[in-house]
């Protein structure tokens, strides 16, 4: 006869008059911000402590589609042109990080070194930096933040959290009135707000105001 597997010992829940419950995460929703500051906490104590994988050395992304989560990465990260749609999570790069494919999204991650992203359609959502960041303004950015890591201990505090990043920020080479060297206005990341409306069609507007002047015309 096969072993019934389950919970061990439910006979007792009659008898000690107990009840046994489960819950869905999403019926606290409203407490989710609560819990992330004592997790934080409990994270920066060391009451709680994570698995956590060290790379000694550099990472190149060389394939679509790629994915790398919760690694600690001593050296770069370079996403070459042949990575795309590639994802990156929940890192930390001591050295630098270099996009050159299309597509690739970066979350949750902390860089010590510079950030430069030359591929378009990038995503980089809540991503810290302490050196330079050079990113395409068609990419799009949302909760970056510099660092300074003023104990040098590999953390990142919330009093060593500085400025917030944008998309098109460059360290380098900008001048008064928003404009690179080269004269281009620079942009602030996401979808473009220069797009014409396609509901407006001005070159039937035209066509029916030459229509009134010929109209004009041929009444004289």
């Known amino acids: ?85 590639s994802k990156m999570a929940f890192c930390k790069i001591y050295g630098d990080l270099l996009i050159e494919s299309n597509e690739v999204t970066v979350t949750n991650c902390q860089v010590w070194g510079d950030v430069t992203v030359t591929g378009n359609n990038t995503t980089l959502v809540n991503i810290g930096v302490q050196g330079a960041w050079e990113i ?3 990419s799009f950015c949302d909760g970056c933040y510099r660092f300074t ?11 060593e959290i500085g400025e917030e990043l944008t998309c098109g920020d ?5 001048t008064e009135g928003g404009e690179t060297e080269g004269g281009e206005e620079q942009g602030g990341g996401g979808p473009p707000t220069d797009i014409p409306d396609p509901t407006e069609d001005d070159d039937e507007g035209d066509d029916e105001g030459d229509d009134e002047e010929e109209e004009e015309e041929e009444e004289e």
């Open 170 to 174: 460059d360290d380098g080479g900008e």
């Open 1 to 85: 006869q096969a072993e019934m597997k389950g919970p061990k010992e439910y006979i007792w829940l009659g008898t000690m008059r107990a009840r046994m419950q489960g819950f869905v995460v999403f019926d606290y929703a409203d407490q989710y911000d609560l819990a992330r500051k004592r997790l934080a906490g409990w994270a920066e104590s060391g009451a709680i402590k994570f698995p956590e994988t060290i790379i000694d050395g550099d990472i190149y992304v060389r394939s679509n589609q790629s994915r790398i989560r919760g690694v600690t990465i001593m050296g770069d990260v370079t996403f070459e042109q042949i990575s795309n749609n």
């Open 136 to 138: 395409s303004p068609n």
């Open 149 to 159: 890591d003023e104990e040098d201990d590999k953390e990142v505090h919330e009093d």
